[in-house]
């Protein structure tokens, strides 16, 4: 299977009726690597999507090319193990499967040198000492009069630390540990009001969702679930950026008509 996604936009997209049915054949003969690889063209543009976000978080020792492939091994993995019966949208559970073989792939190497990496264990060691001892976090002058070195090489060798760490990465090895998202407070939660409030505000757009067009719903989608720009949603079906916008309007108007006249100051909120 070629991994470059250059020339993603040159790729003929098939229509929902045909996708469909290519899914089918796949499920029926899972051996096929054609089925599979017809697939797997129909959803690159899910690769770039992700390789582009998770680039520029990263440091210029990852190339595009090696994120690129990351990304279409975790396409791969994505669509040999989905199944209807998961009860998810492919696109979701596949951006799910980019990401986390990018992030297991870049976890797995270190393009530090084993001395810069020691000096990093040691800014870390002494963060955690002067803490115990201060009671508070310790500021960089602080590490670095500890250890005997300027402010300046602290704050260099924080920055060339590009560990990548996972919030669902457990803190602990046992089986009964917790993962690292359980332990971040979530200053925005909601109250059990607002929680069941949110749920039917859901149920309300779900429903109103399904009854737009294939092309509306899927802009939709695409803009406020995988926070795609208007631009690169239009490169992703292959048109213009203005219609597009054009399109988007059209479904925000038709979701307003859908929905009930008695919906929530949330719901209201939610679709503007």
Do not use: C
Not at 157 to 178: A, F, N, R, W
């Amino acid at each position: 299977m070629d991994q470059d996604t250059s020339s993603y936009n040159k790729i003929k997209r098939v229509t929902n009726e045909e996708l469909a049915e290519m899914w089918q054949k796949y499920f029926d003969d899972h051996d096929n690597k054609e089925y599979r690889d017809a697939l797997i063209l129909q959803y690159i543009y899910l690769t770039k999507y992700v390789v582009g976000r998770v680039k520029v978080s990263l440091p210029p020792t990852f190339s595009f090319e090696d994120i690129s492939s990351y990304g279409v091994e975790g396409l791969i993995d994505a669509v040999e193990k989905f199944s209807p019966k998961m009860g998810a949208r492919f696109e979701t559970y596949a951006l799910v499967r980019i990401r986390g073989n990018i992030i297991d792939k870049i976890r797995s190497q270190d393009f530090l040198p084993r001395s810069v990496r020691r000096k990093i264990k040691d800014v870390k060691e002494a963060q955690e000492t002067l803490k115990a001892k201060f009671g508070r976090t310790a500021t960089n002058s602080e590490i670095a009069n500890y250890l005997g070195i300027e402010r300046e090489k602290v704050e260099q060798l924080l920055s060339d630390d590009t560990t990548v760490t996972s919030i669902y990465e457990k803190k602990g090895s046992s089986d009964g540990d917790i993962e690292i998202i359980d332990t971040i407070q979530d200053s925005h939660a909601l109250t059990p009001h607002d929680e069941l409030e949110e749920k039917d505000v859901k149920k309300e757009l779900e429903a109103a969702l399904k009854r737009l067009p294939e092309r509306e719903r899927t802009i939709m989608v695409l803009y406020y679930h995988e926070n795609m720009t208007l631009k690169e949603i239009g490169e992703t079906i292959n048109v213009s950026e203005s219609r597009i916008s054009q399109l988007h309007a059209q479904a925000i108007m038709k979701l307003k008509n859908l929905l009930s006249e008695n919906r929530s100051e949330r719901l209201k909120r939610s679709i503007i």
